[in-house]
């Protein structure tokens, strides 16, 4: 085992998101709503910046510094690095917030529900669909099947 080498993984470079997609992809956002104008925030300084989506979401009021136009993120191995932004991404997205109901939370990327749970598969057969698939099974009324012993 000493003398084994790891396999050598071919590197794949990542898909860059051309200007058409990105165009769609912004008008899906428009409004003036604050929901809107958040996601073209966040869209906006996910290009701009490059920054990795647990940098965005992890992200706080306090790491936004409109006057040097930077915004301060916490890397990889929480070594914190500063992001140069655009002149658009925040502008709207903080003057909307102003008015929102959950403006007074610390966090950028803050949405109006509560985190999603995380919800169980649906079993393929539907007799046994929100029953548990590893629990005893029992048959339907008269049919021959007997409870799995």
């Known amino acids: 085992m000493?003398?084994?080498?790891?396999?050598?993984?071919?590197?794949?470079?990542?898909?860059?998101?051309?200007?058409?997609?990105?165009?769609?992809?912004?008008?899906?956002?428009?409004?003036?709503?604050?929901?809107?104008?958040?996601?073209t925030a966040i869209i906006l300084l996910l290009v701009d910046t490059g920054m990795r989506r647990a940098e965005c979401v992890s992200m706080t009021l306090e790491d936004i510094d409109l006057d040097q136009r930077i915004v301060w993120v916490l890397g990889k191995g929480r070594r914190p690095r500063a992001l140069p932004i655009g002149p658009q991404a925040l502008d709207r997205s903080l003057r909307a917030r102003e008015g929102h109901r959950l403006a007074?939370?610390?966090?950028?990327a803050r949405g109006d529900r509560r985190p999603a749970r995380r919800?169980?598969?649906?079993?393929?057969?539907?007799?046994?669909?929100?029953?548990?698939?590893?629990?005893?099974?029992?048959?339907e009324p008269g049919s021959d099947?007997?409870?799995?012993g």
Not at 104 to 108: C, D, K, M, R, V
Not at 122 to 133: E, F, L, S, T, Y
């Open 2 to 39: 000493e003398r084994m080498k790891p396999p050598q993984l071919p590197e794949q470079p990542v898909e860059v998101v051309g200007p058409e997609h990105l165009a769609r992809l912004l008008k899906t956002c428009e409004g003036r709503d604050f929901t809107s104008r958040r996601d």
């Open 119 to 139: 919800r169980r598969r649906a079993h393929p057969d539907p007799k046994i669909h929100g029953q548990q698939a590893c629990g005893s099974i029992r048959a």
């Open 145 to 148: 099947q007997g409870e799995p």
């Open 104 to 108: 007074h939370l610390p966090q950028f």
